[in-house]
């Protein structure tokens, strides 16, 4: 099994940044990758954006891209996402989940966190 753990969220002003965490932990194979994902309140969880753990390859989602910035610390097996400019429209539950590829579609991952709320305000 692999259990993710995120932290980080919370309420920041627009323009604003926080950096989310997600340790993960167990076993190695079927994770290669790490992706970030947020579901709104109405709406379906969104791409965000994706690392793959061996060389550190990142992905974006438009919305996102030049803002956010995710990186990976292999020692202690954390994977962050650094946002910034924050927009009230980045208000979600995001989430951190562990696949073997880095995808854009939830269903490729097959270990998800519990999440952690990111509130933006205007």
């Known amino acids: 099994q692999v259990q993710l753990v995120e932290s980080g969220g919370g309420l920041v002003q627009a323009g604003g940044s926080l950096r989310l965490s997600c340790v993960v932990s167990?076993?190695?194979?079927?994770?290669?990758?790490m992706g970030w994902f947020r579901q709104a309140p109405g709406k379906e969880r969104e791409f965000v954006g994706a690392?793959?753990?061996?060389?550190?390859?990142?992905y974006y989602a438009d919305s996102v891209k030049g803002r956010f910035t995710i990186s990976r610390d292999n020692a202690k097996n954390t994977v962050y996402l650094q946002m910034n400019s924050l927009k009230p429209e980045d208000t979600a539950v995001y989430y951190c989940?562990?696949?073997?590829?880095?995808?854009?579609?939830?269903?490729?991952?097959?270990?998800w966190g519990q999440g952690t709320q990111v509130t933006v305000s205007s």
């Open positions: 167990g076993r190695t194979i079927g994770r290669a990758a």
């Open positions: 989940a562990a696949g073997p590829r880095a995808a854009t579609y939830a269903n490729d991952y097959a270990y």
């Open positions: 690392i793959r753990w061996s060389v550190g390859y990142t």
